[in-house]
């Protein structure tokens, strides 16, 4: 199997206004104003040019040192990944991994965590905590589409993990076995 090529961010790709953004320790471009991330293979100058020239004409004869300011704005406005802007607060967006991943072991229905979990948190937060402690709480996510999407993200993550994991490794083996559930349907587990 061929190795993808996995190309690198140079510093000279400011002039097209694109920075760099490290996800899963690749590099991808981020425009500094429109802050939009492109995939790895779009760290081309001719695709940056595009992108700057299609979206943004008005700005294609700027200077290097206009898009440097806009760089600088981009780093204090403290994106994440997908180059939006954070919405909540890293503790409370711990919060709600945390609890979602409680949930999900519970087996519980994601609508508990906005109908039972945050009221029950919010209650306790007043009477114990006071006023101030129950504001912080209001920040954390817990509706049901919150819930599904924190235990979407752990579970790409685990999975990233174990690919990784089996990457790294010089040997491995697989073992493949089928069963059928109560419900009749024929069911193929595969072990790493």
Same mark, same amino acid.
């Given at each position: 199997?061929?190795?993808?090529?996995?190309?690198?961010?140079?510093?000279?790709?400011?002039?097209y206004?694109?920075?760099?953004?490290?996800k899963?320790?690749?590099?991808?471009?981020?425009?500094?104003?429109?802050?939009?991330?492109?995939?790895?293979?779009?760290?081309?100058?001719?695709?940056?040019?595009?992108?700057?020239?299609?979206?943004?004409?008005?700005?294609?004869?700027?200077?290097?040192?206009?898009?440097?300011?806009?760089?600088?704005?981009v780093?204090r406005m403290?994106?994440?990944?997908?180059?939006?802007?954070?919405?909540?607060?890293?503790k409370?967006?711990?919060?709600?991994?945390e609890?979602?991943?409680?949930?999900?072991?519970?087996?519980?229905?994601?609508?508990?965590?906005?109908?039972?979990?945050k009221?029950c948190?919010?209650?306790?937060?007043?009477?114990?905590?006071?006023?101030?402690?129950?504001?912080?709480?209001?920040?954390?996510?817990l509706?049901?589409?919150?819930?599904?999407?924190?235990?979407?993200?752990?579970?790409?993550?685990?999975?990233?993990?174990?690919?990784?994991?089996?990457?790294?490794?010089?040997?491995?083996?697989?073992?493949?076995?089928?069963?059928t559930? $109560?419900?009749?349907?024929?069911?193929?587990?595969?072990? $790493?």
């Amino acid at each position: 199997m061929a190795e993808i090529k996995k190309r690198k961010y140079d510093e000279d790709y400011i002039k097209y206004g694109f920075t760099v953004m490290e996800k899963n320790r690749i590099d991808h471009p981020q425009c500094v104003v429109c802050h939009v991330v492109l995939n790895n293979d779009a760290l081309r100058p001719s695709r940056l040019e595009r992108h700057l020239t299609k979206n943004h004409s008005a700005l294609k004869d700027k200077p290097k040192e206009f898009f440097a300011a806009k760089l600088q704005n981009v780093k204090r406005m403290n994106l994440d990944t997908t180059g939006a802007p954070h919405q909540a607060l890293a503790k409370a967006v711990e919060a709600s991994y945390e609890l979602s991943l409680l949930i999900a072991k519970a087996k519980k229905a994601h609508i508990i965590g906005e109908t039972l979990v945050k009221p029950c948190l919010l209650k306790a937060a007043d009477i114990v905590l006071g006023a101030k402690s129950k504001k912080e709480i209001l920040e954390i996510l817990l509706s049901d589409n919150s819930v599904k999407s924190c235990i979407d993200d752990m579970a790409k993550n685990l999975k990233l993990q174990v690919v990784e994991a089996v990457k790294a490794s010089p040997f491995f083996t697989i073992q493949c076995d089928d069963t059928t559930d $109560v419900a009749q349907c024929c069911q193929l587990f595969i072990y $790493v």
